[in-house]
């Protein structure tokens, strides 16, 4: 058994060749400089729910992860009209600064094991962010890492919160008020008087 980097966990060949697979995925389309990282808690476990997995038709994500990939694009300003391919929107996602990355970088069920690997994994996740990403703002987007705002308040990095929290994911505020397919994370910004992210960025 080998040691896994994403998670902290030992794990078998099949699950080092999952994550090896992930990275290659998301770095295809990281851009050079990161303007907004999107830092999310954990990937989903389904593969093809993946978000930098580009899916070539609609039925191949689940409705949810769907959802997810809409709003969270939507964060950087582009929305994707009618038969947009999910490789141009992430595209358009990298060429305007943002990233999505996740604090741990495997699945994890149930919730308390990710609770608990979020928790153990919190220096390590500031240490990649500072040293690798390297973004100009953060923004937490997972109710699940409120304990690491402290950790992030130590940085240099411009961290962005609503009203003191993360920002909630579409897959955290799907079926409430706050939209109708999921929460859009662009509304949360504005809402807190902070506008869309790439906005700010381009501010400073």
Same mark, same amino acid.
Request: hydrophobic content about 35%; proline content about 6%.
């Given at each position: 058994?080998?040691?896994?980097?994403?998670?902290?966990?030992?794990? *078998?060949?099949?699950?080092?060749?999952?994550?090896?697979?992930?990275?290659?995925? !998301?770095?295809?389309?990281?851009?050079?400089?990161?303007?907004?990282?999107?830092?999310?808690?954990?990937?989903?476990?389904?593969?093809? *729910?993946?978000?930098?997995?580009?899916?070539?038709?609609?039925?191949?994500?689940?409705? !949810?992860?769907?959802?997810?990939?809409?709003?969270?694009? %939507?964060?950087?300003?582009?929305?994707?009209?009618?038969?947009?391919?999910?490789?141009?929107?992430?595209?358009?996602?990298?060429?305007?600064?943002?990233?999505?990355?996740?604090?741990?970088?495997?699945?994890?069920?149930?919730?308390?094991?990710?609770?608990?690997?979020?928790?153990?994994?919190?220096?390590?996740?500031?240490?990649?962010?500072?040293?690798?990403?390297?973004?100009?703002?953060?923004?937490?987007?997972?109710? !699940?890492?409120? %304990?690491?705002?402290?950790?992030?308040?130590?940085?240099?990095?411009?961290?962005?919160?609503?009203?003191?929290?993360?920002?909630? !994911?579409?897959?955290?505020?799907?079926?409430?008020?706050?939209?109708?397919?999921?929460?859009?994370?662009? *509304?949360?910004?504005?809402?807190?008087?902070?506008?869309?992210?790439?906005?700010?960025?381009? %501010?400073?």
């Amino acid at each position: 058994m080998a040691f896994c980097d994403g998670c902290g966990s030992q794990a *078998d060949d099949a699950h080092i060749r999952r994550r090896i697979e992930r990275l290659e995925l !998301s770095t295809r389309f990281r851009p050079i400089h990161i303007q907004v990282l999107l830092m999310d808690s954990v990937p989903p476990g389904r593969a093809e *729910d993946y978000f930098y997995r580009a899916a070539s038709s609609p039925d191949q994500r689940s409705t !949810s992860s769907r959802n997810y990939f809409n709003e969270i694009v %939507k964060c950087c300003g582009f929305v994707a009209g009618p038969g947009t391919s999910e490789e141009i929107a992430l595209a358009e996602f990298q060429h305007r600064g943002f990233y999505l990355a996740y604090a741990v970088e495997c699945p994890i069920e149930p919730a308390e094991e990710s609770a608990a690997a979020l928790e153990r994994l919190g220096p390590t996740v500031l240490q990649r962010v500072e040293k690798s990403y390297k973004p100009k703002y953060i923004a937490l987007i997972s109710a !699940s890492l409120a %304990k690491s705002i402290p950790l992030f308040e130590r940085s240099e990095i411009r961290l962005l919160l609503h009203h003191g929290k993360p920002f909630m !994911s579409p897959l955290e505020t799907a079926g409430t008020h706050l939209a109708g397919l999921g929460a859009s994370l662009s *509304d949360q910004f504005a809402a807190s008087g902070l506008g869309r992210p790439d906005s700010a960025a381009q %501010k400073s």
